[in-house]
């Protein structure tokens, strides 16, 4: 199908072609299945328009609707596969991405991060160092570190964002993999209440504790 009859089946339907274009798509028509198929899908546009009984306009209907209105059917008809296809990919990133970690590049942390409170040390010559930020929510409690990492340590490691609660059960809320010399922003969250937390732990791979906070007013955001 040449590009001059790509968009000449909803005109031609409603009859908005001229007569030489008219004559010459119906030749094609014999000629070109695909576009044969295309005018079938849309042989029922005029009955439904028929049908129709829109309000009176308040203003003249400009001359230039029809044009803009079968020009919107072709590009619907193209963009629909793309849609879909976008749709399916953004849904599987955004699935990928919550309750992640979001890398930063650079040592600076960005404007946007808020400082937390800095968590405790408890394993010597662990290369990360966290600041945590504890957000109560009507269903829990929301929890964001900002990570940094020593430069010079070996290999990336993955750790666990665990946290403890005042029964003594405790909840994993996110995993990440460091990257020496970066910045991390890590999120997690919990169905237990900022007063229900008896502490926000970092483990390592071999669940070693080796950042620790305990709540308290500094911590959680106002």
């Known amino acids: 199908m040449t590009d001059r009859f790509t968009t000449y089946d909803a005109a031609y339907l409603l009859g908005a072609l001229s007569p030489e274009d008219r004559r010459g798509y119906e030749a094609h028509l014999r000629e070109c299945h695909e576009c044969s198929h295309a005018v079938a899908q849309l042989a029922g546009l ?51 991405v919550l309750g992640t970690v979001v890398g930063l590049d650079g040592p600076d942390r960005p404007d946007d991060v808020r400082p937390g ?24 409690t929301d929890i964001r570190l900002t990570c940094t990492y020593d430069e010079h340590a070996y290999g990336s490691g993955t750790y666990r964002l665990v946290v403890i609660g005042d029964d003594g059960a405790t909840q994993q809320v996110a995993t990440w993999s460091a990257v020496p010399g970066q910045v991390s922003t890590v999120a997690g969250s919990t169905s237990l209440e900022p007063a229900q937390i008896a502490s926000v732990e970092v483990r390592d791979e071999q669940d070693r504790p080796v950042l620790t906070l305990t709540p308290d007013s500094d911590s959680l955001e106002e």
């Open 46 to 96: 005029p009955g439904l328009l028929a049908k129709a009984t829109p309000p009176a306009p308040a203003d003249p209907v400009p001359d230039s609707l029809l044009p803009r209105l079968l020009t919107e059917v072709t590009r619907h008809r193209a963009r629909s596969r793309r849609i879909v296809v976008a749709a399916l990919a953004a849904a599987a990133v955004l699935a990928a």
């Open 117 to 140: 409170v800095a968590m405790a040390v408890v394993a010597d010559g662990t290369p990360i160092r966290a600041e945590a930020m504890l957000d109560g929510k009507a269903w829990g």
